[in-house]
């Protein structure tokens, strides 16, 4: 197969991707030159921030937020990034994680906040699972969501940019619309514009696939953690993204139909009939909902008085 | 053909076509990179008996 960029151009040259979706086929100079003109179109039409506004990456590790983080900084974008170390020990996860961020950071001479949940917490996430009773993926998104946020204010970030990519956006779409879940579908959009207290958030990568975002790391190298995380495993979100390829394969550009066509002809029908007020935590000065300790200072307290607990049996 | 998967390794006789291969490894191409020889490749592509075949998932859950 020849990528039809070259070929316009009279030039004949390999393609290494074929995208059924745009009926386009690729090589890996035109691809990557693809990548970054979409990426760019997409932050400035949907107005996500300006050049020179102060931005700030929530990088995990994976492929996805290590390509944005990469590809903003070759745009010329102001960028740092964030990365969570969540305390995760199997198959040294975390570790290898936190790894792949500091390494792509001193390769482009980026600056990287680095939070350790272990040290403000005194457990990893495993654990925290267990002394919430909330599952993995929700205790994960409650502290990520807390320290970013942390983070960007106190840095006076413009932004959080996230690696959310289209599959990920679909998949959510498709859980939320599975339980008609209305103001979680109010909240599903490529900008989140500031609120009291929290950081306008963004996700760049809202037009792209997973397997585009893989072949842009590969075709620059960039070394991301392959191993998935052993926490997220027989997710639902997993069944949905095999589902939509299946969807997508026979009927090319399905799941950008489907997530775009619900931001143009849905979203904006939809009653926001959330008349939760945002209000500071009296503990950490955080936006919450809840009259008084926010989500995250209420897990802190459920850890003290377990450590407290387990220190009391001791001596006794 | 030898085609690594993850950890997993596969041997494979005789001419293949990318999707073929896929197909046989019940792997989706729209979540999957091939790469031949360090070289990516379409899914119309031909691997030969002697290629080294290595397959990158692009599926992560969370």
Not at chain 1, 129 to 135: A, I, K, P, V
Not at chain 1, 183 to 188: G, K, P, V
Not at chain 1, 227 to 237: D, H, Q
Not at chain 1, 286 to 304: H, I, W, Y
Request: charged share 30%; with cysteine; hydrophobic share 35%.
């Amino acid at each position: 197969m020849k990528c039809r960029r070259c070929k316009d151009k009279g030039i004949s040259s390999k393609a290494i991707i074929f995208l059924p979706h745009h009926n386009l086929s690729l090589c890996k100079n035109c691809f990557g030159e693809w990548y970054e003109y979409r990426l760019r179109q997409t932050i400035k039409k949907t107005r996500m921030f300006t050049p020179g506004e102060k931005i700030l990456v929530a990088v995990s590790g994976g492929k996805d937020s290590l390509a944005l983080w990469y590809a903003l900084k070759k745009l010329g974008y102001k960028v740092d990034a964030v990365h969570i170390d969540l305390g995760i020990k199997e198959k040294d996860y975390s570790l290898i994680s936190r790894e792949k961020a500091e390494n792509l950071g001193k390769r482009i001479k980026s600056h990287l906040h680095i939070v350790s949940i272990k040290e403000h917490l005194g457990e990893g996430i495993p654990e925290l699972h267990w002394l919430s009773g909330r599952s993995p993926c929700s205790v994960c998104g409650l502290v990520k969501r807390y320290f970013i946020n942390l983070i960007a204010k106190k840095g006076s970030y413009s932004c959080v940019a996230t690696g959310h990519n289209l599959d990920d956006e679909v998949a959510t779409l498709f859980s939320n619309l599975l339980s008609w879940d209305v103001d979680l579908m109010i909240r599903q959009a490529p900008v989140l514009p500031e609120k009291k207290g929290f950081a306008r958030r963004v996700k760049p990568l809202v037009r792209f696939t997973e397997k585009e975002n893989l072949l842009y790391c590969l075709i620059h190298e960039i070394d991301y953690i392959r191993e998935e995380c052993p926490l997220a495993r027989g997710t639902s979100s997993l069944l949905y993204k095999r589902l939509f390829n299946e969807v997508e394969q026979t009927s090319p550009g399905s799941k950008l139909r489907f997530y775009f066509n619900f931001q143009t002809n849905l979203r904006p029908l939809l009653p926001n009939k959330s008349t939760a007020r945002l209000k500071s935590c009296p503990s950490c000065g955080q936006p919450t909902t809840s009259d008084n300790l926010c989500a995250f200072c209420r897990l802190k307290e459920r850890v003290r008085s377990v450590e407290a607990q387990k220190k009391q049996k001791q001596l006794d | 053909m030898k085609v690594y998967v993850g950890s997993k390794t596969y041997n494979f006789q005789g001419r293949l076509k990318v999707e073929e291969l896929l197909h046989k490894l019940n792997l989706h191409p729209q979540s999957n990179i091939v790469i031949r020889n360090g070289e990516i490749v379409t899914e119309d592509e031909y691997l030969e008996p002697e290629d080294e075949v290595e397959i990158i998932h692009a599926i992560s859950g969370g």
